[in-house]
C-alpha cells in the first residue's frame, strides 16, 4: 500500500459519518448530516496540526476551513446551528491567538509569531452572525419574544467580538496593513446578504452596516464602510419585498447625507448617482400609493444637485427608466402626461449635453405602456407609428423592437380585437423583414394572437387561429427553431376552435389534438398533449351540439387515462355537461356515472377532480331534462 493510499485510510477513520437509513442510491444528505461531516473533517485537519511535531503529513486546518464548517451550520438552519457555528468561531481565534512558530525563543507567543493562516476573517463572523440573526427572526416570527431575544444580543455580540479581533486587537498594526482589504470583505459579506433573496437579508444586512459604522467612528474612519457599502445595503431594500423597505433605504440615505455634512466624521460617503438611483427603484418597486411621486422627487433633487456643482449624482437613462415605470405601474391617472414629461426632461438634458440622460428604446417602450393602459390600444398603435418615424428621420433610440410590438399586440389581444392584434404581427413581420433585426416575432407573439382569436368567441376564429399557426410553421420549416409550434401553442388554436360558434369546431379541435398525439409518438416531446389539450377538446364536443357530442367527450375523458394524464373538474365537467346538453336517452345516467366517478376519485385523494356547483347543476339539468327515473340523490 502506497503511502497516500494510507494517508486516506487514516483519514478516512477518523471522519465519523452518521449513520443513516438507506433511502435510494441519489439519497442526499440533510443539512444537519451535511454539517456534521463538514465539522468532522475540520476536527481530523485541526487534529493533524496538534499532533505533528513538524510540518503535517497534508494540508492542515486554517481560517477557510474553519469558515467553511462554520458557513456549513449557519445555513444548516436546524436546532442548534448557531451555537455550534459559534463554537467552531471561538475555537478558530483561539487557535489563531495561541499559534506561534515551533522552536521559537520561549518567550512566548508573540504576535509577529501568531499563524496568519489561523487568523479569522471578516467572513468568519459574517457566517456565524447571519446564523443567529436569521433565529432571533424565526423565533420572533413564531411569537417567541425571550427566545429571538437571547439571539439577537448573540448576534450583536458576535458583532463585538468581531470589532475586538480585527480592529481593537492587540495585533492591530498587523490588521490595519490591511484595512482597504477589511472594507472590501465587509462589502463581500453584505452583497452575499443582498443577492440571496433571504427574507431578513436587508434587516440582516443593515444592522451589520450600522455596527460597521458604529466602529468606524471609534477609529477615525481608518476601517469602516465606504459608499458601496450603504449603496449595497439600499439596494437589498429595494429588492426587497418588505412594506418598509423605502423607509429603510431612504433612513440609509439620509445617514449618509449626514456623515458626508459632518465635517468631524473621517468618512467618504457622499451618496453618489448608484445611491439615488436604488432609492427610485425601491419606491419604483414598493406599489405604495404615491411611489410614482416619491421617485420622482428624488429625479427632481438630483437635478438640482447637478446645478449645484455634485456632476456624480446626475441623474442617468435608466434612472429616469425607473421613474416612468413607477408612474406606469401606478395605474394612476394622467400617466402618460407624465411619462411624456419625462421623456421631453431627458430630451433636453441629453440636448444640453448630458449624454448618460439620453432616452433608449426601453425609455419609448415604456412610454408606449402608458399610452397602452391609459388611452388604450388606438392611440399605443399611434404613438408606436411615431417611434418607427422617428427612427426613419435618423434617431436609433426609437426603432420599434420585439417589445414595442407586443405591448401593441398584447393590447388588442386583451381588448378582444384580434384582427388588429393579427395586423400588429403582420407590422412586426414586415419591419424584421425590412432589416430591423430587432423586430424579429417569437413564439409568444404568435402564441398572443392565437389566444386573442381563442378569446374572441368569432364564428371564424378557428381558422384565423388556423391561419396564424400556419406562419409559424413556415417560418420554423424555412430554419427559424424558435418558431417551432409547441403545446402552448396548440393548445391555443384547440382553444380557439372550442370558444368559437363553427359547426365544425369540435371535429376540428380533435384533429388538432390528434394531430399533436401523433407528433408526440414520433419523437417530439415539445407538443406532448397535456390536461388542457384534452379537456379544451372535451369542451368543444360539448359546446357543439352534435349528435356524437357525448360519446366522443366520454371517449376523449377515457384517453387520457390511457395518455397516463390525470383528468382535472374542467375534464370531468366538460363531458358531465356534454351528456347533460345532449337530451339523449340515459343521457343523466351517463351523467350521474361520471359524477359519481368524480366523487369516488375525490375520496381516494385526488383533489383535482372536486365537484363543484357546476358540476351538481349539470347533473340536475340532464334529469330535469330527461324526465327519466334515475339515482340521483
Not at 407538443?527 to 357543439?544: G, L, Q, Y
Not at 377515457?558 to 395518455?563: G, P
Request: charged share 25%; hydrophobic share 35%; proline share 3%.
Amino acid at each position: 500500500m502506497s503511502t497516500n493510499q494510507k494517508k486516506n485510510k487514516q483519514l478516512k477513520k477518523t471522519i465519523h459519518v452518521p449513520k443513516q437509513k438507506k433511502k435510494d442510491h441519489h439519497h442526499q444528505h440533510t443539512a444537519k448530516e451535511s454539517a456534521i461531516i463538514v465539522e468532522s473533517i475540520l476536527n481530523r485537519l485541526i487534529q493533524e496540526k496538534d499532533s505533528s511535531s513538524s510540518s503535517p503529513r497534508w494540508a492542515a486546518a486554517n481560517a477557510r476551513t474553519y469558515n467553511l464548517a462554520i458557513k456549513t451550520w449557519a445555513n444548516s438552519g436546524v436546532g442548534g446551528s448557531a451555537q455550534n457555528a459559534e463554537n467552531i468561531l471561538r475555537r478558530l481565534i483561539h487557535s489563531y491567538e495561541t499559534s506561534s512558530s515551533r522552536g521559537n525563543d520561549n518567550k512566548g507567543p508573540e504576535k509577529e509569531f501568531r499563524d496568519i493562516s489561523l487568523r479569522p476573517d471578516v467572513f468568519s463572523f459574517a457566517h456565524c452572525y447571519s446564523a443567529w440573526y436569521n433565529l432571533a427572526m424565526n423565533e420572533s416570527e413564531k411569537n417567541n419574544a425571550k427566545a429571538s431575544s437571547t439571539a439577537l444580543r448573540k448576534a450583536d455580540s458576535i458583532l463585538q467580538l468581531m470589532a475586538e479581533s480585527l480592529i481593537g486587537s492587540s495585533d492591530q498594526a498587523g490588521i490595519m496593513k490591511h484595512h482597504d482589504k477589511l472594507t472590501i470583505d465587509f462589502n463581500v459579506a453584505l452583497d452575499s446578504w443582498s443577492k440571496s433573496g433571504e427574507r431578513w437579508a436587508p434587516h440582516m444586512a443593515e444592522r451589520f452596516l450600522l455596527f460597521i459604522e458604529k466602529t468606524s467612528d471609534t477609529n477615525e474612519g481608518k476601517i469602516g464602510p465606504n459608499v458601496r457599502s450603504y449603496n449595497i445595503v439600499i439596494n437589498a431594500w429595494a429588492k426587497s419585498r418588505d412594506r418598509e423597505a423605502t423607509n429603510r433605504a431612504e433612513f440609509i440615505l439620509k445617514r449618509m447625507e449626514m456623515r458626508h455634512r459632518d465635517k468631524s466624521i473621517k468618512s467618504l460617503v457622499a451618496p453618489n448617482r448608484i445611491t439615488y438611483s436604488s432609492i427610485i427603484s425601491c419606491w419604483s418597486n414598493s406599489g405604495k400609493k404615491g411611489a410614482a411621486r416619491k421617485a420622482e422627487e428624488i429625479i427632481d433633487r438630483m437635478i438640482q444637485l447637478r446645478k449645484a456643482g455634485n456632476k456624480g449624482v446626475s441623474p442617468d437613462t435608466i434612472s429616469f427608466n425607473s421613474v416612468i415605470n413607477a408612474w406606469v405601474k401606478s395605474g394612476e391617472k394622467g400617466i402618460v402626461a407624465k411619462s411624456e414629461s419625462l421623456l421631453q426632461r431627458m430630451e433636453d438634458l441629453y440636448k444640453a449635453g448630458i449624454a448618460d440622460a439620453r432616452p433608449d428604446i426601453r425609455t419609448y417602450n415604456l412610454v408606449l405602456s402608458a399610452w397602452t393602459k391609459e388611452k388604450g390600444a388606438p392611440a399605443a398603435e399611434k404613438f408606436l407609428k411615431k417611434m418607427e418615424n422617428m427612427n426613419i428621420a435618423g434617431n436609433n433610440s426609437t426603432k420599434p423592437n420585439l417589445v414595442s410590438f407586443t405591448t401593441c399586440i398584447d393590447a388588442y389581444a386583451n381588448n378582444g380585437e384580434p384582427k388588429h392584434a393579427d395586423r400588429i404581427l403582420r407590422w412586426m413581420e414586415d419591419s424584421f423583414r425590412n432589416g430591423n433585426i430587432d423586430a424579429k416575432p417569437t413564439a409568444r407573439s404568435y402564441t398572443s394572437v392565437l389566444n386573442a382569436w381563442s378569446a374572441s368567441g368569432r364564428r371564424d376564429s378557428g381558422q384565423f387561429a388556423e391561419k396564424t399557426l400556419s406562419r409559424m410553421e413556415k417560418l420554423h420549416e424555412a430554419g427559424d427553431e424558435h418558431m417551432k409550434p409547441d403545446t402552448r401553442t396548440f393548445n391555443a388554436l384547440i382553444n380557439a376552435y372550442s370558444n368559437s360558434k363553427d359547426r365544425t369546431a369540435a371535429m376540428k379541435a380533435e384533429q388538432v389534438l390528434s394531430r399533436m398525439k401523433s407528433l408526440h409518438s414520433a419523437g417530439d416531446p415539445t407538443v406532448k398533449p397535456d390536461v388542457i389539450s384534452f379537456s379544451s377538446t372535451i369542451n368543444a364536443w360539448s359546446k357543439s351540439g352534435e349528435k356524437e357530442a357525448p360519446h366522443r367527450a366520454e371517449a376523449i375523458l377515457n384517453e387520457m387515462k390511457e395518455a397516463d394524464i390525470q383528468p382535472n373538474s374542467h375534464s370531468f365537467n366538460a363531458a358531465i355537461a356534454a351528456w347533460s346538453r345532449s337530451g339523449q336517452k340515459g343521457a343523466a345516467q351517463k351523467a350521474e356515472e361520471l359524477l359519481r366517478k368524480m366523487e369516488t376519485l375525490y375520496d381516494e385523494g385526488n383533489n383535482n377532480v372536486a365537484p363543484n356547483v357546476f358540476t351538481f347543476t349539470s347533473v340536475m339539468n340532464g334529469w330535469a331534462k330527461s324526465g327519466e327515473r334515475g339515482s340521483a340523490q
